[in-house]
């Protein structure tokens, strides 16, 4: 049996020049489990993410998948690597020109050499698994700002990803579109068993989805609590997260 973490962040340092943002950042993420990467505005979760899926490059540390370093790798083997991600963005990043369909189609048709009637069927397929049955056809400029995030999920998943990255899903929704949101979020995790990493604030979205929370401190510049988040709202190690998690 495997025993090695799927995700490893070790001993990294992110900086915008000679400003340090987070130092010595470590963390572990269990394969099929949805981990939160949270803390106040500003204190570098969406920069983390970006390291983690090669974006930029920390000052200094690594990422590690399966016991292999990402930060390290070639670049050949991390382009192999990244076949095994699925990313969204806080507004879709859906290209403007082109249809549902045709979102979700493009990835497949650059990194597979699925026929183009296949290349559609699993297009389909990704549009219904996230309640866009429908609206393949459809520009993103005609479709609401949740439906958006949904076509941006299922684009994501065209490639049927070992790791999904949410940058501030629930960015831009109400209540309600958040929720459903949120809901879908754990239904394809159950379905694809991939695991999940969200950068957001929004504390409900973080008590409903997350298993572990990993709260970067503004003010020691590193991260200072990681733990079922329920856990770290009722036993807080420290102020600053008594202060987040306490949050009405």
Known sequence: MNDLPHIEVRHLTTAYGDRIIMRDMNFTVARGSVTAIVGG??????????????????????????????????????????????????????????????????????????????????????????????????YPADISGGMKKRAGLARALALDPEVLFFDEPSAGLDPVSSRRLDELILRVCDSTGATVIIVTHELASIYAIAGQAVFLDSEKRTITAIGDPRQLRDNPPNENVRRFFSRA
């Open 41 to 138: 505005s500003g204190c570098g979760k969406s920069t983390l993410l970006r390291h983690m899926v090669g974006l930029v490059e920390p000052r200094e540390g690594e990422v590690l998948y399966d016991g292999e370093s990402f930060t390290r790798a070639d670049p050949a083997r991390r382009n192999e690597m990244l076949r095994r991600f699925g990313v969204t963005y806080q507004q879709g990043a859906l290209w403007s020109g082109m249809t549902l369909i045709e979102n979700v189609s493009l990835p497949l048709e650059q990194y597979t050499k699925l026929p183009p009637k296949e290349v559609l069927r699993v297009a389909e397929m990704k549009l219904a698994l996230v309640g866009l049955t429908g609206f393949e056809e459809y």
